[in-house]
């Protein structure tokens, strides 16, 4: 069972940036998409970003298109999130995820937690 672990969150001010990694104990497949879900307080998991490991091929929530930005590094097995301008409704807790299909992850990391104050 391949494990992934998050990492990259913490307190930012809003406006501001930072960059969640995940990495990945075994490397996916061509056919895999990895990407990240996020939880708010009180709410359901919900879509962020996902990246297709064969071709790259990415896909965004609307609520963050244009300001976060995903990608991979292949030989290190990992997925960023990079995130700019960031708001206070992007508080939550972040989750990475392994799936077949964009936005249907079947594996889960532990999440870390991002807080947008000021």
């Not at 990407?35 to 064969?54: A, D, L, N, T």
Request: charged share 20%.
């Amino acid at each position: 069972q391949v494990q992934l672990a998050e990492s990259g969150g913490r307190v930012v001010q809003p406006g501001g940036s930072l960059r969640l990694s995940c990495v990945a104990s075994a490397r996916p497949y061509s056919s895999h998409v990895l990407g990240w879900c996020r939880q708010k307080p009180g709410k359901e998991r919900e879509f962020v970003s996902s990246i297709r490991w064969g071709g790259g091929r990415t896909y965004y929530a609307d609520s963050v298109k244009g300001r976060f930005t995903i990608s991979k590094e292949s030989l290190k097995n990992t997925v960023y999130l990079q995130m700019d301008r960031v708001t206070p409704e992007d508080t939550a807790v972040y989750f990475c995820g392994r799936g077949s299909s964009p936005q249907e992850f079947r594996v889960w990391g532990q999440g870390t937690q991002v807080t947008v104050q000021g």
